[in-house]
């Protein structure tokens, strides 16, 4: 099985940085796809970004584009989300998620449903 758990949320002023973490473990480890996700109230989980199983190719919403960053680190099974210039419709509990389907299914990781294992989530507030 596949553990994630998530770390590194807080309060944030806008305009400020924050950089997110996902240890994963288990026998898989980090041979899958890696996603990131966000659901703020009242309002249904969205894509952030994704990272390919090599970490050589990633996405992202346009909503986060040329902001956040996806990466991640096999040697430390661990993947994180670099939040930069950050406003307050960020504020979100963010959700890192592992997919068996590759990369290269581009539309398939862009959604929800491709993702098997779910973290439990880490609060990010930006306040303005």
Do not use: H
């Not at 099985?1 to 400020?16: D, F, H, M, N, R």
């Not at 670099?82 to 963010?94: F, G, I, P, Q, R």
């Amino acid at each position: 099985q596949v553990q994630l758990v998530e770390s590194g949320g807080g309060l944030v002023q806008a305009g400020g940085s924050l950089i997110i973490s996902c240890a994963v473990s288990g026998r898989t480890g980090i041979s899958l796809t890696m996603g990131w996700f966000r659901q703020a109230p009242g309002k249904e989980r969205e894509f952030v970004a994704a990272v390919s199983r090599s970490g050589s190719t990633t996405d992202y919403a346009d909503s986060v584009k040329g902001r956040f960053t996806i990466s991640r680190d096999n040697a430390k099974s661990t993947v994180y989300l670099a939040m930069n210039s950050l406003k307050s419709e960020d504020t979100a509990v963010y959700y890192c998620a592992a997919s068996a389907i590759a990369f290269y299914n581009r539309e398939a990781i862009l959604k929800a449903p491709a993702y098997g294992y779910w973290g439990q989530g880490t609060q990010v507030t930006v306040s303005s």
